[in-house]
C-alpha cells in the first residue's frame, strides 16, 4: 500500500507543489501552469518526466477535467449528475475500467472504487496539519493516475466558481 501526502487548496495556477510519501521524501512536482484560459497542472517525476497532466475542459455541459499521459486522455473525471447523500466524481478511464470517487469530497474523506473494490483511500485523519491530506493507493494501481484525480477533484470542488471556499 503506498502512502502520500498531499497539501490542500494550496494550488493556485503558476504555483508548484511537492507530493511527499509518508516518510516526507518528495516523490512527484506538481506544476501549476499558466496557459490561456485552462487550468493546466503536470505531475511529475523527481527525474521531471511526466506522470500525468490535469486540463480543464472549458466550454463543457458539467464541469470536467481530462488527465493526460505523454499528450493523450487517460482518463475523464466529471461531477455526477445526481448524488442524494454523498458527493460523487465519475472518472472514465480510456482503455480500462471506469473508477467512482465517492464520499466527503470537500472535507478529503472518500474513496475511489472499480466496481465494488476500493483502490484508494483520501484521508486527512492520517496527519496532524491542517491543509495537509494523505492517499493510500493499492499495490498494483496507476499511482500517477489516482495523485491526478485526487489533484483534479480538489481543484474542482473548491473552484471559486462554484461558490466554495
Known sequence: MARYKMRQRLISIGED????????NPVYTVDGKVLRIRETFVIEDQQGNEVATIREKKLALRESMNILRAGETIATIRKAWFTPF???????????????????????????????????????????????????????????????????????VHDPDEGHD
Open 17 to 24: 507543489f511537492t507530493i511527499e510519501d509518508e516518510r516526507g
Open 86 to 156: 454523498r458527493d460523487k466524481f465519475a472518472i472514465d478511464v480510456k482503455d480500462g475500467q471506469d473508477l467512482v470517487a465517492q464520499g466527503d469530497l470537500l472535507d478529503h474523506e472518500y474513496e475511489i472504487r472499480r466496481g465494488g473494490a476500493t483502490i484508494a483511500h483520501v484521508s486527512k485523519h492520517w496527519f496532524a496539519f491542517r491543509d495537509t491530506y494523505g492517499i493510500e493507493i493499492a499495490p498494483g494501481e496507476d499511482d500517477g493516475l489516482i495523485l491526478a484525480i485526487a489533484v483534479a477533484i480538489d481543484e474542482m
